[in-house]
């Protein structure tokens, strides 16, 4: 459902992205991993629209969605989450979670001065499929908790909330399991491998934590100095030579 | 939510009876200059509390709404319940127009170009004596003629319904607005930008309706103050009715709906009162609102009713 094609992007001479192409089919868990600095979160951003790529080009359903703003992007159904943690910290895991619902409410002026029966019911759904949410990721116990006041698991937990709140037919989560320990990582890919074929239709993850990529993927792209190194099943991955070498250096002779 | 209803629904009827306990021109006076800081504070409000940006132009709304009513009633001999409205459109016309311009701009950049813009239009109306009669001002703005024929505690109160209805306008609007789901894309605006793209929603675009519906409640004030002081001047784009919106929505509480209810009435009893002190008037004053902001950051209702929404499994 999304191809990327020939991607590139340059910052001042910089390529820190060089013709990257690789796809995300229906029903899939695909991982990008690679070394830091590989140009694993400037592929995010490229394909979100966070940035303009500086040649290449991104599919999403057979279309072209090359350089569309970020927010055409989530109403078309791509929706990310940020290395850097990101929620709403002064709302509350409900709050955020049902504030991610947004483009699925109503949103004419007139009817916001005005609320008539449909409105009305417009938001008592979406109240209703925003807790549903917050309980799919496990965090019904923090419904009316602030996010200000969440554990580094938990709030990593809401991010996919909040994205999965926006209602995505591909989601994209750049790094979920950072600063998460190996207790926290295996309840997040638990979260996450429920998702693909129920709530999501694919997922595209970018992740360093080994453990999680191996156990969620269908397929993981590596990446290395803004190049594709190679593709594959986990396994194979694992065994390949080239990979081995971008993350441990070569063997000595 | 339900207290914040409550308190307004509250604080406005008592606000609508004062009038048959009050007899008193002095207190009349005092109380339509505080409902026409609500309405100032409320729309002040909608820009710092629910976009986050700081909107120091702010007067420029105000007097855009005070010179459209002056000049329709005097020149076109139009009729308050005319005019008023059309402070309020053309006043979110021009909402429409500086706010396309300067929300492309945030932070420090935003608060400067907007504050550019209200030092402009004072020019403006300083210098384009043909229709805003430059310095001199326009006088003599009519009040309407059942107004007009009542004694003076009469026209007061009747000034004070009129201010009162156009301050629960505002608030209904906020209120309505605050609470939807056009609201919360707001407010995600201003939490944190990135967040709100990747859920689908625009920033600019958020920003910008907010900032009209702000521009227009705030041209309704204008309007209302034009007939009520009967004068308008270049002064109504100065930079003293910024300073009083954002002392009033700082002490009464940004972003919650209560604060600009609050915020106006101590500020108003506060100028008030504290005119016994003469010279240290503004001075006290000014140490007052330090102490406000040092002590209370959140405001004076701030940490009874921030914006929340519960979940309670029905």
């Known amino acids: 459902m999304l191809e990327v094609r020939g991607l590139h992007k340059n910052y001042a001479g910089i390529a820190a992205v060089q013709d990257v192409s690789f796809e995300v089919r229906s029903g899939e868990v695909v991982s990008l991993i690679g070394p830091n600095g590989a140009g694993k979160t400037t592929c995010f951003n490229l394909i979100t629209g966070f940035a303009p790529p500086s040649s290449g080009s991104v599919l999403f359903e057979g279309r ?30 409900f709050e ?16 916001t001065l005005l609320p008539g029966r449909a409105v009305r ?31 580094c698991g938990e709030l990593r937990l809401l991010e996919v909330a909040i994205a999965l709140g926006a209602g995505p037919r591909l989601l994209m989560l750049d790094e979920p399991a950072a600063g998460l320990n190996t207790e926290e990582a295996l309840l997040l890919g638990d ?22 990529v191996m156990a969620v993927s269908d397929r993981v792209v590596v990446m290395n100095f803004g190049r594709k190194l190679t593709e594959g099943r986990p396994e194979s991955i694992r065994q390949n030579a080239e990979v081995v070498e971008a993350y441990l250096g070569k063997r000595a002779a | 939510m339900q207290f914040e209803r409550r308190f307004l629904l509250i604080a ?13 021109e002095y207190l009349a006076h005092i109380g339509v200059l505080i409902l026409f800081s609500v309405t100032l504070a ?22 855009v709404g005070a010179y459209a009513a002056a000049i329709l009633s005097t020149r076109a001999g139009a009729p308050i319940y005319l005019t008023i409205p059309i402070a309020g459109l053309l006043s979110a016309a021009t909402g429409l127009l500086i706010g396309g311009i300067t929300l492309r701009l945030r932070g420090p950049f935003f608060v400067i170009v907007t504050l550019c813009f209200a030092e402009v239009l004072r020019l403006v109306a300083n210098n384009w004596v043909g229709l805003t009669n430059g310095p001199m001002g326009i006088s003599g703005v009519p009040t309407p003629h059942w107004i007009a024929s009542q004694p003076i505690l009469g026209q007061k109160i009747s000034f004070y319904y009129i201010g009162w209805v156009i ?45 009209v519906i702000a521009a227009t409640l705030c041209g309704f004030a204008g309007g209302f103050y034009a007939h009520y002081i009967s004068y308008v001047g270049p002064e109504v784009f100065g930079f003293p009715f910024t300073v009083s919106m954002i002392i009033m929505v700082l002490l009464g509480g940004k972003g919650t709906l209560v604060g600009p209810v609050v915020g106006p009435v101590v500020v108003v009893l506060l100028e008030e009162y504290l005119r016994d002190f003469q010279d240290l008037r503004l001075s006290i004053f000014g140490l007052i609102v330090m102490a406000v902001v040092l002590f209370l ?8 009713a921030r914006r929340r929404e519960t979940y309670a499994p029905a």
């Open chain 2, 297 to 304: 950051p959140a405001g004076l209702m701030g940490f009874v």
């Open chain 1, 121 to 151: 019911e417009s938001e008592r759904r979406l109240r209703e499929e925003a807790a549903r949410v917050v309980a799919l990721v496990g965090l019904s116990a923090r419904m009316n908790t602030g996010a200000a006041s969440l554990s």
């Open chain 2, 167 to 211: 301050a629960a306008l505002s608030l209904y609007v906020c209120y309505r607005f605050v609470y939807s789901n056009l609201g919360r894309g707001g407010v995600a605006v201003r939490e944190n930008r990135f967040v709100a793209q990747s859920i689908g929603i625009k920033p600019y675009r958020y920003a910008l309706l907010t900032f």
């Open chain 2, 12 to 24: 406005m009827g008592l606000a609508a009876l004062l009038p048959f306990v009050v007899r008193d």
């Open chain 1, 64 to 93: 072209d969605v090359t350089g569309c703003e970020p927010h055409v992007m989530a109403l078309l159904g791509v929706v990310r989450t940020f290395q850097k943690t990101s929620v709403l910290k002064n709302l509350t895991v």
């Open chain 1, 96 to 111: 955020n979670v049902l504030t991610a619902r947004h483009r699925l409410g109503n949103r004419s002026l007139w009817r």
């Open chain 2, 42 to 63: 409320a729309s002040f409000n909608l820009i710092v509390g629910y976009i986050g940006e700081f909107p120091l132009g702010h007067t420029a709304f105000l007097g």
């Open chain 1, 191 to 212: 979260v996450l491998r429920g998702l693909v074929g129920t709530s999501v239709e694919a997922l595209l993850l970018v992740e360093h934590n080994m453990g999680l």
